[in-house]
């Protein structure tokens, strides 16, 4: 009986970083998660299947979301967030689908995401412990929940036009927010966190 296999189609020149110097990357993913990769250099097609002894069948989606993040402009080390925290989510954003093809359109809205020389992406990264790629016609973000929450609003203030100021602002008080909810869950005794 055949394994279980899906499939995902990267940029071409995002292969080169799915594969990885020596093939350290695809080595990487393929043992971590329990299965093989075929990658098709021509046409950036990546095949994922489930070996024989992978425990867990639902690590075929996670690989489809590791290869997916570093098809998507993420460093493999950015990507293996998604490998190594359970927690953590991935989310792109195409751009074409809100503003259209413009060409120009996506070079501006691309670059109030990152900012000047890289500030406004950093700042988003940096108070909401999320990682952030920008790269052709996508924004895409690695989070748990309540970071991606805080990122995805962030971005969209930003593509509606919003002042970076007042983006910053909103990025500082979810900041105190999230430390805020974090503290008092430490503070809760054990059986009321349960509840």
């Known amino acids: 009986m055949a394994q279980p296999s899906t499939f995902v189609r990267i940029p071409k020149d995002r292969i080169g970083a799915l594969i990885g110097p020596e093939g350290r990357v695809k080595e990487r993913i393929e043992k971590q998660l329990s299965i093989e990769m075929g990658i098709d250099s021509e046409t950036g097609d990546v095949t994922l299947t489930l070996t024989p002894n992978a425990a867990d069948p639902s690590v075929l989606f996670r690989a489809k979301e590791v290869v997916t993040a570093i098809g998507r402009g993420f460093a493999p080390d950015r990507a293996f967030r998604l490998i190594q925290d359970e927690d953590a989510l991935l989310e792109v954003i195409d751009l074409r689908e809100i503003f259209g093809r413009s060409l120009s359109d996506l070079q501006r809205l691309k670059g109030r995401i990152i900012g000047q020389e890289g500030k406004t992406r950093r700042i988003i990264e940096e108070l909401t412990d999320a990682d952030v790629s920008v790269y052709g016609h996508t924004v895409s973000i690695i989070a748990d929940a ?33 430390k805020k909810k974090k503290l008092e869950l430490w503070e809760k005794p054990p059986e009321e966190i349960e509840k």
């Open 146 to 178: 309540d970071e991606m929450d805080i990122a995805k609003e962030a971005i969209r203030m930003l593509l509606q036009g919003r002042q970076h100021s007042s983006v910053y602002r909103f990025l500082h008080k979810k900041r105190r927010e999230l």
